[in-house]
């Protein structure tokens, strides 16, 4: 069996192969059938219905941590839950036929040498303990027999993989090349052309600045405006803090007093014994004076150390009673757990904590003013909610709900008055000036939830739709706008004219003197430098050409420009030295997936793959 079949590393990595096969789609012809228990068949490779409902769950549980809720039906087919969960069983079925024709398989001596191998199997000792594999199965949800098939395909999958990608690395000619590219070193001279200031540019002609806002009409375009009246339920504004009593939080503290309470735990240890005869044994060698360490070793066990733990977490009610009720670094008696016969022994106590009243105050006032003011919140909404549908206005469901009413004016979907004020006190902004604008005219506007809790009931007011303004209306903003324009178009032009005259012969030092600049020079610059007075753009031209290359660009400053020269360009003696081991290895790991990718291609076309659309559907149904 080849390297790569060992361990939760190969489920990790046959896992991620599964999710590179979705960029090849399903190009198979799809064919219907009646439901049954296989929704897809790849040679003589099936793959039943409960296989997909667990594959299609755990995509849904994907989605929805993205989502940060339970994702619906719509939205798992708009990110092609579907497919992606057929591709990986397609992509799997496929490697489980290849590997059937290959006569790929694994002897019991493997998968035994492969099970003991895994650490989550190991006890305190470092040794594998079927114990500790049973109750890390069962945690899991799992059963021993479909871990072990899931475990002996994996392995299988592994070995036909790691035959066309074990030991394949980058080329040393690729590194080279890296390497030549990255590390390659250069020292520029450059100078920084200051803008002239905008204040100081003549003014433009009447047909200029009108040319010019003809050019940027869309820039100084009015926006919709949109006026609108809202009342907010949030607990800023329905707070209920200073009305909670001293008698509530005493209340409070004694009905939840277990909210308050740390409760005793215990450092266990525990042997399983695989009989009721040899765990007896072992109790009557502890009661003569023997360590449960030495029943255990006389028993072909060993002591599994349970870690510091509560009563709840042994899981069992017949365990939690004997550790807890069990005197310190004193085995007891022979107790029946859910593998076998058990020993336990309590190495430390940490007892039970109870915070005191005067130290958790605070945090019960918290708790009951949210409480009332969410509650509040509440009356308040369903109170607006009935009122405004049965036709009165917001200013009546306002009163009756006893809160205010609020205007905002006409602002633009950014909340900005035609003034250039931004109106900041709108609360949920985002959200309810999105509504707001998304709203028809005299229609009605759903409340806006946000912050969990908290609404707004926004109405619609006047609305002033957009409109493009006059130059008149805009003419001191257009003007400076036309300035700060020509200033930096003026500065671009001087650098390309400088340059031009350095590159016809003039020298970079000559130039510079001639204009009053002063020439700074940048040494052994790389390709990832960074250096803020060059930018991006400097870096870019830089390395855009030979030695002796002579550019004008934009600095990195608004408004600035440089011109620079590369006096000097040194390569690596050994390129190969600047790639870092880490770079190396992840390309090889890219080469490899290309090579996975391309394999597992070529195995499709082989293999006649078949879909039971009836059964899908209903699958995912099931699911749902």
């Known amino acids: 069996m080849r390297r790569g079949a060992s361990g939760w590393v190969a489920k990790f990595f046959l896992g991620a192969l599964a999710l590179s096969f979705v960029v090849w789609g399903i190009t198979d012809v799809l064919h219907t059938r009646g439901a049954g228990t296989t929704v897809l068949e790849a040679g003589d490779v099936r793959v039943t219905v409960a296989e997909y409902q667990q594959a299609y769950q755990q995509a849904m549980n994907r989605l929805g941590q993205q989502l940060q809720r339970r994702p619906t039906a719509e939205q798992a087919a708009m990110f092609g839950v579907d497919q992606t969960v057929l591709a990986q069983l397609r992509a799997g079925a496929v490697v489980d036929q290849a590997a059937e024709r290959a006569g790929l398989g694994v002897s019991d001596v493997g998968m035994i040498s492969l099970i003991q191998q895994q650490e989550a199997f190991h006890d305190g000792s470092g040794q594998f303990s079927r114990d500790v594999m049973r109750a890390v199965l069962a945690n899991a949800g799992l059963n021993e027999a479909a871990y072990l098939a899931d475990l002996r395909r994996t392995a299988v999958r592994s070995q036909l993989i790691g035959s066309v990608t074990d030991d394949v690395t980058i080329p040393a000619a690729f590194v080279d090349a890296l390497g030549a590219y990255n590390g390659e070193r250069r020292t520029i001279q450059y100078v920084v052309l200051q803008p002239q200031p905008a204040d100081s540019i003549a003014d433009p002609s009447e047909e200029e600045l009108a040319s010019y806002f003809t050019e940027q009409t869309d820039t100084y375009r009015a926006p919709e405006y949109r006026a609108f009246t809202y009342v907010a339920l949030t607990r800023a504004t329905m707070a209920e803090t200073d009305k909670v009593t001293d008698e509530e939080i005493t209340r409070y503290y004694e009905a939840n007093r277990a909210e308050f309470t740390t409760p005793e735990r215990r450092a266990v240890q525990q042997v399983v014994f695989p009989d009721r005869a ?347």
């Open 278 to 624: 040899a765990a007896d044994a072992a109790e009557t060698a502890i009661r003569n004076g023997a360590s449960l360490a030495d029943a255990a070793m006389a028993a072909g066990r060993q002591v599994a150390d349970l870690g510091t733990i509560g009563r709840a977490e042994l899981g069992n009610g017949a365990l939690g009673d004997a550790a807890f009720s069990a005197q310190p670094n004193v085995p007891t008696a022979v107790v029946d757990g859910p593998f076998g016969p058990v020993i336990l022994e309590v190495t430390s106590v940490q007892p039970e904590v109870v915070r005191p009243l005067d130290a958790v105050r605070t945090e019960i006032r918290d708790t009951l003013a949210k409480s009332a003011t969410n509650a509040r919140i509440t009356n308040a909404y369903n109170t607006l909610t009935e009122a405004l549908q049965s036709g009165a206005p917001l200013a009546e469901a306002a009163q009756q709900a006893g809160v205010t009413v609020e205007t905002v004016p006409a602002v633009s979907r950014e909340g900005v008055t035609p003034t250039g004020e931004s109106i900041e006190t709108i609360p949920g902004k985002a959200q309810v000036l999105a509504a707001v604008f998304g709203a028809e005219e005299g229609g009605d506007i759903a409340p806006v939830n946000f912050d969990g809790n908290s609404y707004v009931f926004p109405v619609l007011g006047e609305i002033t739709p957009a409109r493009d303004r006059k130059l008149e209306e805009v003419r001191d903003r257009v003007l400076a706008d036309w300035k700060q324009d020509e200033a930096v178009q003026m500065v671009i032009d001087r650098g390309r004219a400088l340059a031009d005259r350095v590159q016809k012969g003039q020298s970079f030092q000559d130039m510079a003197e001639v204009e009053g600049l002063t020439p700074q020079t940048a040494p052994g610059l790389t390709r990832s430098t960074a250096v803020p007075v060059l930018g991006e753009a400097g870096m870019r031209a830089a390395f855009s050409g030979p030695q002796g290359l002579v550019a004008s660009t934009p600095a990195r400053e608004s408004g600035e420009a440089l011109v620079l020269q590369v006096s000097e360009v040194a390569p690596l003696a050994d390129p190969a030295s600047v790639v870092a081991q880490t770079t190396k290895d992840g390309l090889s790991q890219a080469l490899r997936g290309d090579l996975e990718q391309s394999f597992i291609t070529e195995l499709q076309s082989g293999i006649d793959v078949s879909y039971n659309q009836a059964a899908i559907q209903q699958a995912k149904v099931g699911v749902r």
